[in-house]
């Protein structure tokens, strides 16, 4: 039972992929930053996100300190506004009262940052330093960008006013998927070690050996959701935990952010259209406080990432993990909806392709789903390159997500990639499926 050994790819190889994952990063910035005047773009759309100028000059910022200058040793471009983009300096609410550059410096910065990082890309060796071996920091780099591209997509979704992005709506189901999927008890490696491009917070490998469970054959739908609104789970406390439901009740919270009365029924704000809800697509914009008051409504729990990772990555013939539910193989169109290709999750049976040897479908793509478990380092964990990625944020008050949303890049989204966040939030691109312990009868 082993990790995936992945090999290091010859320099050539590793330099067209870093200018591709590149370039794919800083055209969804140029899109979601040209999508809107120059007012929309210097404005805040919710005390909990920063205008998206900051986000773009930020993530010029980062590149330039970590490629330009650590791995290219090169001078500064402008150090002068290295404090202005430091995330832990300057909380989200504060940022649009700081000295930002406006839109025209912030767009020509990225650019003179980006045209100095492919000069450097071209003499590069990828050995040497753990920063520079195997392209990490460039992999880092491309995945920080795209995480700002979708944390700057959830801007988009808070903003008011007539909409400005479009995109085909996702396929259609193509099987029905329904009922749970019982996962054999068993040791598996969670995590990795080789992953060249994994995270701090994702390594390192190791063994975790789980009980037998069962968990949900896909997320939870906006009709299974709804039968929850409809039998008063925000008016009834036995189904949320005590910080839960004081925030359910000073929060107000009576649907899943963006859910409107349309009548008799419920509607959906998107992206600036309103349309009524789709029964089969997974429900999305709900806080694990709302994921977890359903999963007791309806009998069950949230999964532990450790089993949610489990169902996304564990092969029952070889036993070994995978990098995907389906296998090893980089995601394609037809394995799960990711990359913005859509602004919407798909209807649960679309992605036959993408689903786990044992039958979980579409854990990789549309929702980002809410595990039980607080965000903690793995056993042997060492922060690398700096403790802020991750290392700060380890503790109670977060919880972890897995699998992305139809707003994550593939870059940045893999069985072992974990994200986190505050039980509250909900501006996120979040739902969540269901899991319980086997029974004895159905473990034999
Ligand atoms: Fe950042």
Redesign the pocket.
């Known amino acids: 039972m082993t990790d995936l050994r992945q090999q290091s790819q010859p320099p050539e190889v590793l330099r067209d992929r870093i200018a591709a994952v590149l370039g794919r990063a800083r055209d969804r910035s140029i899109l979601l930053t040209e999508a809107v005047d120059d007012d929309d773009l210097v404005r805040q759309h919710s005390p909990i996100m920063s205008p998206l100028v900051w986000d773009l000059a ?2 010029g910022n ?1 590149e330039e300190l970590w490629l330009v200058r650590d791995v290219g040793g090169r001078e500064p471009v402008r150090h002068d506004i290295d404090e202005l983009y430091d ?1 832990f300096k300057h909380p989200r609410k504060d940022r649009p009262a700081l000295p930002l550059l406006g839109p025209g410096e912030a767009r020509t910065y990225v650019a003179t940052v980006r045209d100095k990082v492919f000069d450097l890309l071209d003499g590069i060796r990828f050995d040497g330093r753990r920063l520079v071996a195997d392209g990490f920091a460039f992999g880092m780099i491309a995945q ?1 960008e795209q ?2 591209d979708e944390t700057m997509l959830a801007t988009h979704q808070l903003r008011t006013g007539p909409p400005v992005l479009s995109a085909p709506p996702p396929p259609a189901a193509a099987v029905p998927v329904t009922g749970e999927v019982l996962i054999p008890a068993g040791p598996f490696v969670m995590g990795s070690s080789t992953d060249p491009w994994a995270l701090d917070n994702e390594r390192p490998g190791h063994l975790v050996d789980l009980p037998a469970y069962v968990l949900d054959a896909a997320p939870v739908t906006n009709a299974e959701y709804l039968a929850f609104v409809a039998d008063g789970g925000y008016t009834e406390p036995r189904w949320w935990s005590g910080p839960g439901w004081r925030h359910r009740s000073s929060a107000g919270l009576s649907a899943p952010m963006h859910w409107r009365r349309d009548g008799t029924g419920w509607g959906y704000r998107r992206f600036g259209r309103f349309a009524p809800l789709v029964p089969d697509e997974p429900v999305v914009h709900v806080g694990y406080h709302e994921a977890e008051a359903y999963a007791a409504w309806a009998g069950k729990r949230l999964p532990t990432e450790a089993e949610w990772e489990k169902a996304a990555r564990w092969d029952p013939v070889s036993g070994r993990s995978r990098r995907y539910p389906w296998g090893d193989q980089d995601p394609t169109p037809e394995h799960a909806n990711l990359g913005q290709r859509h602004l919407a999750p798909a209807p649960v049976g679309a992605y036959p392709a993408g689903a786990s040897p044992l039958g979980v479908h579409q854990l990789i793509g549309d929702v980002w789903e809410w595990t039980s478990s607080p965000f903690q380092g793995y056993p042997g964990f060492t922060a690398f390159p700096y403790r802020e990625y991750s290392e700060v944020f380890f503790g109670p008050d977060h919880r972890v997500l897995r699998g992305g949303s139809f707003g994550t890049d593939p870059v940045a989204c893999r069985s072992t990639f974990r994200n986190w966040d505050l039980p509250i939030r909900r501006q996120i691109f979040s739902g969540f499926r269901c899991a319980r312990y086997a029974r004895p009868d159905e473990v034999g």
């Open positions: 930020h993530v980062q995330a920080h995480q700002h």
